[in-house]
Structures are given as C-alpha cells and as structure tokens.
C-alpha cells in the first residue's frame, strides 16, 4: 500500500516554497479572526484550502512541510496558544485527510484509493477525540459541562446581543448549549472536507491533481460507523448528568457521515425527476436555512447504511444512468 506519496514526484525547491507559503497563507486566513473584521469568519473557513493544494497536488511531503510552516507563523503572529490552537484545528486534520486520499494499492492490476466514506469516519473519529481531550481540561470540582457551555454563551451573548431581555438570552444560551460543542465540530468538519473537495475540484481542473476526484455519488461507509453512532446514542438515552451530554454531543458528531450518505440518496432520488437541478438547489437552500432538515437526511443515511436504498433505487429504474 502506498502511503500518501509517490518517490517519482518532483520534490525541489519550487515545491518547497509553495509549501512554505500554503501554510503562510493558511496561518493568515485562520488568525483573520482576531481582526474583527466582517469577512474575518469566512476567511478562517478557507484556511485549510490552501494546505490541501499543497498537498492534494504535490503529495504527503509537502503537506507535512505546509502544515509545519502554518503552525510556526500562527505561533510567531498570534503567540503559542493560537498556534497550538492552528494545529490541533488545521494543520494537523487537513494533513490526516492529504494522507488517506492519497493512499492507495494496487489489486489485480487496478489502482484502489482510500475510500472517502472511511475519511469521513476518520475526521468524524478525530472530532469526537478533541472534544472528550477538552474536557480534560476542565478543573474536577463537580462543574456541570453543560452549565459551564452555557455560561461560556451567556458571556457571548451579553456582547453581542445586549439588547435582547434577559429571558430572550436564557432562552436561547439554554437551547445552544445543548449541542453547541457539537454545532462547533461538525461545522469545523463540514469546512474541512468542503475545502478539500474545492481543492481537489481545482487541482482536476488545472490538470494537477495526484488523484482522480471520488465519485462521492457511490460513497460507502464502513460498519463501524454504525457501531459508533448506534453506542453514542445508546449512553445518551440510557446516561444522565455529564455522561449524557458528552454522549449526545458524539452522537451529533457521528452522524455527519450518515449525512453525507443521506445525500448521496436524495441525489440518487432527485434524478428520477425532470427538474433535478432546480430541485436540488431548492433542497440544498432549505438544509441552508433550517438544521432540521438535516434529520430526514441522517435518517436516509442510516437506512442506506443498512438496506441499500440506492441499489433499490437503481433497480427500480434500470434505464437511469448511475449518479
């Protein structure tokens, strides 16, 4: 099997400095935050992309050699914390996803890549490993996660929303808290594999990418990530107290990937339409505007996951050409 990097790959100087400055660059748009600025959120969700162009078009070597350069200029621009904060959220991940997307081996004479759904469990893995890390930090003089989450937001919202009444802000610290480490996570997922997918769409494009792109329509999972989602939601029902909170905020983490394998269904569903296009823009403003959308979606993962619903689909309409 080979791991991320091929030895026939041209690794000089030119490499080298593109390198370097991806992960300048990627230490810049992650710090923008502490400019206040409008753009400043938007900014520091694109800091891994140029990390994976780095590596998604050079290969393993030069990854690890982008990561290392953004790690040292958020140190050297925002000091130790915001570098340590840059590695454990952007380098470090995005050079995890650049590895398995590059592994492949060789069987009967084809090339086989890591599959995408196995890299989504892995960043899935990794969400739920920094989080339950964290709360080690948490002093152990009985303080309850979910009440120290909400004070954390009731300190934000007094910011920035000191206009609303004080039952306005308790009631909505008092919803967010529920789930607000997980909202934190799965957005930092989404953002990853979204900047991943971009720069893999940009590497095709220019004739430059080391890899041909997923067909993310034929994305499967393995069966562990039931297995972790099914234990995750079993201690959230059967737990109370912290236990119970850490295990629903998993749960949520954990289902990312069914979400994703969701998709892939109603894909599969909306091309047996006529107006597939304007109906999947329509479906994907609704997910957009409403999380709650997303549950139905989950709910077609799962069921995916354990009956293939697409191989039913697909045989119901031979005549449809295969998403």
Not at 5 to 27: C, T, W
Not at 272 to 282: E, K, N, P
């Amino acid at each position: 099997m080979q791991l991320g990097e091929d030895e026939k790959l041209p690794f000089n100087m030119k490499v080298i400095l593109f390198a370097l400055g991806s992960g300048a660059l990627s230490a810049i748009l992650a710090l923008s935050l502490i400019t206040g600025s409008g753009l400043a959120l938007v900014l520091a969700y694109l800091a891994p992309f140029p990390l994976f162009l780095a590596g998604l078009g050079n290969g393993g070597k030069p990854a690890a050699i982008a990561a290392f350069s953004g790690i040292v200029f958020a140190t050297l621009i925002g000091g130790p914390y915001a570098g340590s904060l840059y590695a454990v959220m952007n380098a470090f991940p995005t050079w995890l996803v650049i590895r398995l997307f590059l592994t492949s081996r060789t069987r009967d004479g084809l090339e086989e890549w890591f599959p995408s759904g196995n890299i989504l469990l892995t960043l899935s893995g990794y969400g739920s490993v920094l989080f339950v890390l964290t709360l080690a930090f948490i002093p152990s003089n009985d303080i309850n996660i979910a009440q120290l989450v909400k004070d954390f937001l009731s300190t934000i919202m007094n910011t920035l929303a000191a206009t609303l009444d004080a039952a306005q802000k308790e009631e909505i610290t008092g919803y967010l808290a529920q789930f607000f480490p997980a909202m934190v996570l799965v957005s930092w997922m989404l953002m990853t594999v979204i900047n991943a997918v971009l720069a893999q769409a940009a590497l095709v494009k220019s004739d430059k990418a080391l890899r041909p792109s997923p067909n993310y329509g034929e994305m499967t999972l393995p069966d562990l990530t039931s297995w972790a989602f099914v234990v995750c939601a079993a201690i959230t029902v059967l737990a109370s107290g912290d236990i119970e909170y850490v295990a629903r905020n998993l749960t949520v983490v954990m289902s990312l990937p069914f979400l994703a394998l969701g998709l892939t269904v109603v894909h599969k569903l909306v091309r047996l339409t006529r107006f597939s296009g304007a109906l999947l823009s329509a479906f994907y403003l609704l997910l957009l505007l409403s999380i709650w959308v997303a549950l139905p979606v989950i709910g077609l993962g799962l069921i995916e996951q354990w009956i293939g619903l697409r191989k039913k689909i697909l045989a119901l309409t031979p005549s449809q050409e295969n998403d």
